[in-house]
């Protein structure tokens, strides 16, 4: 049994799709129920539970109907759920910094931390999502890569911690056209602006980032334990040279 937070839209609705092909059973949450509902009438072996990466008794609840199908075992987390901000530092609030780390880094605490006994069981794989803003930085998004530069720290440390019996990786998308793109999609100039930044040439999709999660997840990764998986096409490897 998989555990996918933020699994209505985006790369969390292609990562239950993609373990749904591979023939896993999921349980999958999120706030938009319409959605959710709709993805698990779509997906035979997905259960949408609704609920707030903020409430810790929603997490908790979420954690245990997946224990319960699963029979005390969890094969693996995905901790996909997440938010952005952008705006300069100087004109963040405290209440806005709070808020994008309970989202981004409180819930992964949430959910590692009530997952693991049935990961121990089920010697799961954990994958959290990143970004790459949490390996380079970004102007106007400090509160932004801060959470995320958070969890690649928070992956390895578990990974030492409690490597032996459970894995934890990350992954570090890029330029994903999600819901979150849309505006950027729909605006040309915007758009080439941006791929032509990207060695690859193109935004990617939440389904590659869902193929890496998958691979973490999988058997086929076995020995990787407390490493980050970047997924840009590219874009962080280095500087282009002007055309």
Not at 93 to 111: G, K
Not at 150 to 169: C, D, I, P, S
Request: with cysteine; charged share 20%.
């Amino acid at each position: 049994m998989f555990i996918v937070t933020g699994g209505t839209q985006g790369i969390g609705a292609a990562t239950v799709e993609k373990l749904v092909e591979e023939g896993h059973r999921v349980v999958f949450t999120g706030r938009d129920e319409e959605a959710g509902l709709a993805l698990q009438a779509r997906l035979p072996g997905t259960q949408f539970v609704a609920g707030d990466v903020l409430d810790e008794e929603d997490c908790k609840r979420v954690v245990a109907c997946a224990m319960h199908s699963g029979e005390g075992r969890l094969a693996g987390l995905v901790n996909n759920a997440g938010m952005s901000s952008r705006k300069p530092f100087i004109d963040t609030t405290q209440e806005e910094w709070d808020r994008l780390f309970a989202v981004n880094t409180r819930s992964v605490f949430f959910y590692i931390k009530h997952a693991l006994p049935g990961l121990k069981a089920g010697r799961g794989s954990v994958v959290t999502v990143s970004s790459i803003a949490g390996k380079t930085g970004e102007q106007g998004l400090a509160a932004y890569c801060s959470t995320k530069a958070a969890l690649l720290g928070l992956t390895q440390a578990l990974a030492l911690e409690y490597g032996a019996e459970v894995r934890f990786n990350a992954v570090c998308p890029g330029q994903i056209a999600t819901r979150m793109m849309e505006k950027i999609v729909q605006d040309t100039a915007r758009l080439s602006a941006l791929t032509a930044r990207i060695p690859s040439a193109r935004l990617g999709t939440a389904r590659d980032v869902a193929e890496a999660i998958c691979w973490l997840l999988s058997p086929s990764s076995s020995y990787i334990n407390g490493t980050t998986l970047t997924v840009d096409g590219a874009e962080t490897a280095g500087l282009l040279n002007p055309k």
